[in-house]
């Protein structure tokens, strides 16, 4: 039962780079999700995909691009890092947002 | 004012205690509440979802309170595994459906 998969589990990037964040999940949900945790912040959601096919902004989503590759994956791509951006990634999936989600084990990304 | 708050914690108890926490929320149009556990550097999960009528899962119960908009969470008989972050987290439509999360609610237990 493998669930909400993420790679990588860490990153480090020097300011500019760029990098993609693969999720994928078995569990044939139709929604997916990319939060952000940052301190004192909570979890704060990028990007989300309500169904395949279907991508939309959600409340920090600058400086982020996704792409909902098949029902399974989800991938959020940094274009050019920011040290902004250093923080805790959560993919998470669901049948849809009514439904609790099962999340990801995170990728933690440092930006130097 | 935040979408979502919580009293930060941390909650420090012994073993065995009882312990509750509160959380309200802004929108009184929201319709699915959820109680989520985050160990320390792990991924949130899903502890309970919260019912309007109150509902129990074991040492662990959850209430709503629409008129007054807050969930509490209580746990009975505290164990040392108990310890963790307690998520609250609301679906609110603000232009799309989402689940908006508090900040959390430390927990510790001690021996």
């Known amino acids: 039962n493998a669930g909400v998969t993420q790679t990588p589990k860490f990153q480090v990037l020097k300011t500019g780079q760029s990098m993609t964040l693969q999720c994928a999940q078995d569990?044939?949900?139709?929604?997916m999700y990319w939060y952000r945790q940052d301190p004192g912040m909570g979890l704060r959601l990028i990007y989300y995909?309500?169904?395949?096919?279907?991508?939309d902004k959600g409340e920090v989503p600058n400086g982020y691009n996704v792409s909902r590759l098949n029902k399974r994956e989800f991938s959020l791509r940094l274009e050019s890092a920011a040290p902004s951006q250093t923080s805790v990634y959560f993919c998470?999936?669901?049948?849809?947002?009514?439904?609790?989600?099962?999340f990801g084990s995170g990728t933690r990304l440092t930006v130097v | 004012r935040k979408e979502v708050e919580q009293d930060p914690g941390p909650f420090n108890v012994p073993e065995g205690a009882t312990v509750a926490f509160n959380c309200t929320y802004s929108?009184?149009?929201?319709?699915?509440f959820f109680w989520y556990r985050q160990d320390c550097r792990k991924e949130p999960k899903l502890l309970m979802s919260?019912?309007?009528s109150g509902n129990e899962d074991g040492r662990f119960t959850a209430q709503l309170n629409r008129a007054s908009q807050y969930i509490s969470l209580l746990i009975r008989d505290s164990k040392l595994s108990d310890s963790a972050t307690y998520l609250c987290?609301?679906?609110?439509?603000?232009?799309?459906?989402?689940?908006?999360f508090g900040t959390g609610t430390r927990l510790l237990v001690s021996p």
């Open positions: 998470a999936s669901s049948h849809g947002s009514d439904y609790g989600y099962t």
């Open positions: 569990m044939n949900h139709n929604s």
């Open positions: 995909s309500a169904s395949e096919g279907t991508t």
């Open positions: 929108n009184s149009a929201s319709q699915s």
């Open positions: 919260v019912y309007s």
């Open positions: 987290v609301v679906l609110m439509n603000t232009g799309f459906q989402k689940l908006v």
